[in-house]
């Protein structure tokens, strides 16, 4: 459940505190990581739940530190949008997920997402640099969708004029840790939505009633909008199980697969994960 909004907050004062003395260390070494090509981008695969086959993969981005190993986005993502460094950052990914993308253009029907921060989205020559990075790719829009959260809209009047040029080029738009934000539903409805991604913490709450009635209300306001629902975090048969019944398109999780290099992005669900 460290995926919500408050947790989260939480989770950075912490850390932030205890590692205060490392904050500008880390600042200085991102910086490097970009110029040193430190950065790396893996892949998790998300299934679809009536052909059990993969439908989409979502992009994450790591950091091989020099001296810490292996960094996950946590450490890092707040640190580069406090910095600007984000900027790079997110270019980098999408360039390398747009390139990855195009070697996976004979799989079909599979969409790359790409996770986007607010400060990607209140840039408004975004949608135009990513038209262009499309084109010199030559990958079909289509084939490429972008993650956002609620916050991201939320603080933003002309976000969803930046969403709607996004959209117009062809590229999907999801909403990201669905349910943690602060968005209202009025609001939701004025974007455009191709899918909504269930937060973990909701398939964590799975197999209590309380749970179970938030995802039924995820899905039927999802098929109000014409939204695909994915829920991710899925780490147990008996949730995948529930998500199925509940009417869910299609799901991610350890349980299924997790992010890894994208020469060994698995097509079918395990056979663990078959229900
Ligand atoms: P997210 O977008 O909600 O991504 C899902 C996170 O859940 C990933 O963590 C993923 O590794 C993890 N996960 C997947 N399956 C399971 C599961 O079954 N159980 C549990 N407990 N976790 C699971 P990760 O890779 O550490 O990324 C954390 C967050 O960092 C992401 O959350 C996203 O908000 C951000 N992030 C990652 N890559 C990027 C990026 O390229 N750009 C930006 N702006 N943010 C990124
Ligand atoms: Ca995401
Ligand atoms: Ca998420
Ligand atoms: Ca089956």
Not at 227 to 235: D, Q, S, T
Request: glycine share 6%; net charge negative; hydrophobic share 45%.
């Amino acid at each position: 459940a460290k995926d919500t909004g408050r947790e989260r907050a939480v989770w950075f004062d912490e850390q932030m505190h205890v590692e205060s003395v490392h904050r500008v260390e880390i600042e200085n070494d991102l910086r490097h990581a970009l110029d040193r090509d430190e950065l790396l981008v893996e892949y998790q695969p998300a299934f679809d739940l009536r052909v059990e086959q993969i439908c989409h993969v979502e992009a994450l981005v790591r950091w091989r530190h020099p001296a810490r190993g292996l960094v996950g986005p946590q450490e890092f993502i707040p640190v580069a949008e406090e910095t600007g460094l984000i900027h790079r950052i997110g270019e980098l990914v999408l360039a390398r997920a747009i390139e990855q993308a195009d070697r996976w253009a004979h799989i079909a029907e599979l969409r790359v997402w790409v996770n986007v921060s607010p400060q990607q989205l209140v840039d408004r020559e975004f949608p135009a640099r990513l038209a262009a990075q499309l084109d010199r790719a030559g990958l079909p829009a289509h084939r490429l969708g972008i993650e956002v959260t609620e916050s991201a809209l939320a603080g933003c009047s002309w976000a969803g004029e930046v969403l709607e040029r996004i959209h117009d080029l062809g590229v999907a738009i999801a909403i990201d840790d669905f349910g943690t934000g602060y968005s209202s539903l009025a609001r939701l409805s004025e974007f455009p939505v191709d899918v909504i991604k269930v937060d973990k913490s909701f398939v964590h709450d799975l197999g209590t009633a309380r749970g179970e009635a938030l995802v039924a209300g995820i899905v039927t306001l999802a098929r109000a909008i014409e939204a695909h629902v994915i829920a991710e975090g899925v780490e147990t048969l008996p949730q995948l199980t529930a998500l199925s019944a509940l009417g869910v398109d299609s799901a991610s999780g350890y349980l299924l697969a997790r992010p890894s290099a994208p020469e060994h992005l698995p097509m079918t669900l395990p056979a663990e994960a078959s229900f």
